[in-house]
């Protein structure tokens, strides 16, 4: 019998739910308390080790930059990283979602209709699981910064979204990852609605040991993720 251990309620780098800087957030922060939701057997669990997330969702999609007839525009980049939780232990077979604007700025959505140009050859999607130590590595072109109607000649710094479900439900996290010479992350209210320190968290940093010659830049960003109410010990046994 798995023993069910609740996860930190503690979300001390999460942005609050309204930022009246970004807009909107005024429509759909909430208005009440909030309800704490148990943590069952359900919230606690997720899909775990031994392939599963392959045979939920397919085979990985680590290369952006190889999914058409011919390579992207753009600079062609590589980032890779670990994903840790709160203890620095290490989160294995985990699956990281990967979204992105091309290299010009532009989604493939039908909502993101503003003047630059799709790219035939990048979609923007990918997906990875981390190894056994919780590293991850994907390779896809640096995005283009874009503008959004926030607020009058409001711009998002370039970034990548991802999503990763962890260990667990209650693990779940959906961040952005900027890079570090990017002069629209200090001007970004979604940026900016991160408490420091974590903000920093989310600037990637630029690795010379990664950058591949005549290939790709290199670019580190590890992810963690929340830890257990209560540390749990590797030679805990229970008979
Ligand atoms: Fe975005």
Redesign the pocket.
Known sequence: MTDVLAYARDDAGTPPSLVPDYGSTLLRAPRQPLLRVPQTLTETTGPGPGGAWERLMGASLADLTTQHGGAPIGQRIVVSGRVLDEDGRPVPDTVMEIW??NAAGR?VHVRDQWDAPLDPNFTGAGRVVTDAEGRYRFVTVRPGA?PWGNHRNAW?PA?I?LSLLGPAFATRLVT?LYFPDDPLIEIDPIANAVPMPYRQRLVSRFDMATTEPNRALGYLFDVVLKGRDQTPFEDDHHD
Do not use: L, V
């Open positions: 992105q604007a989604y874009y998002r970034h979204h952005q």
